[in-house]
């Protein structure tokens, strides 16, 4: 798997900035109605400190609801003519992952967890992130990649590392390839693909063995090449998934990375895919010619707290 060493999981502070702006060419949008995920949620690895959202032009209505998934969902209306919506979002959270016990989860092979967690886990929960989704649809072509690695018999901290590491060896990061309606038979053909695509072939495989899954919006801290400073917005959001195993828990891994989540991970949303957790989407009113989007991102360290607590 990919290098890890055991700072990666010392507990950290992070500011995390995103900003996305929408520009309109040759007439002002109307009205727009936008809702997304524009504050990260609680969970077992961080704390929340702070969460400042700031919309330009000032809306006319925002609001907030907690998601079927526990996600922490935004609504937001402008009604103010413009051909300019910018939407920032700063948050400072405390970030205190675990490292996976392997040998734990070896104790069980991946027939016993699928087995254990058909009886034993919230029957709603386990449906959820189990059955197909719309963008995650099992067919042979995944079942068979699939059982390359999540062979019933395979000790399942093995697995999911298999997992992980294969996805990650045999498919290239290609950035303009794919797109939200790229199909897994489709992934698999091309070998080339970005984050989303492999978590959602990641899905795919864990869901096909029978073991629920689940997608992770978030970021992830990374470093400037060496000798090259840190250039503003430069980071980009991340995706990776989350596989739930024996006894109430989750392990989420990166096959991006090659690796297991650790304390530079930072979760936003998730869901049983992509869309579940599209970080900002709508409708807008308008006759304009024609948009683009620019997003900038932000991940930075700051002095770290000794504990999560």
């Known amino acids: 798997m990919g290098r890890q060493g055991p700072d990666d999981f010392t507990p950290r502070r992070y500011e995390v900035r995103h900003r996305t702006t929408y520009t309109y060419e040759g007439a002002d949008v109307t009205a727009c109605y936008e809702r997304g995920f524009l504050g990260p949620r609680l969970t077992p690895t961080q704390r929340v400190l702070s969460n400042e959202v700031h919309v330009s032009p000032e809306p006319?209505?925002?609001?907030?609801?907690?998601?079927?998934?526990?996600?922490?969902?935004?609504?937001?209306?402008?009604?103010?003519?413009?051909?300019?919506?910018?939407?920032?979002?700063?948050?400072?959270?405390?970030?205190?992952?675990?490292e996976v016990d392997l040998d734990a989860l070896d104790a069980w092979t991946v027939g016993e967890a699928v087995a254990a967690l058909a009886e034993d886990a919230d029957p709603v929960e386990h449906a959820s992130y189990l059955l197909p989704s719309p963008l995650v649809a099992v067919d042979d072509a995944v079942r068979d990649y699939a059982l390359r690695v999540?062979?019933?018999?395979?000790?399942?901290?093995?697995?999911?590392?298999?997992?992980?590491?294969?996805?990650?060896?045999?498919?290239?990061?290609?950035?303009?390839?794919?797109?939200?309606?790229t199909t897994l038979p489709e992934l698999l053909d091309l070998r080339q693909g970005v984050c989303q695509d492999f978590t959602h072939l990641a899905l795919g495989c864990l869901r096909a063995v029978g073991l629920p899954a689940r997608y992770v919006s978030g970021y992830l801290e990374t470093a400037p090449p060496l000798g090259q400073p840190r250039l503003e917005g430069s980071d980009a959001s991340h995706a990776w998934a989350s596989v739930m195993v024996p006894g109430g828990g989750w392990v989420d891994l990166d096959p991006t990375n090659d690796h297991l989540a650790d304390s530079r991970y930072v979760v936003t949303a998730w869901g049983r895919d992509f869309r579940d957790v599209s970080p900002l989407k709508g409708v807008v009113f308008t006759e304009a010619s024609g948009s683009s989007l620019d997003v900038g991102v932000d991940v930075v360290r700051l002095p770290s707290p000794d504990t999560l607590g």
């Open 150 to 181: 999540l062979d019933p018999a395979v000790p399942l901290g093995q697995a999911v590392v298999g997992l992980t590491h294969a996805i990650f060896e045999d498919f290239t990061y290609a950035s303009g390839v794919t797109n939200v309606r």
């Open 60 to 98: 006319d209505l925002v609001s907030e609801h907690v998601d079927h998934f526990g996600n922490r969902s935004s609504y937001v209306e402008v009604r103010t003519p413009h051909r300019v919506l910018e939407v920032t979002k700063t948050s400072v959270l405390d970030v205190d992952w675990p």
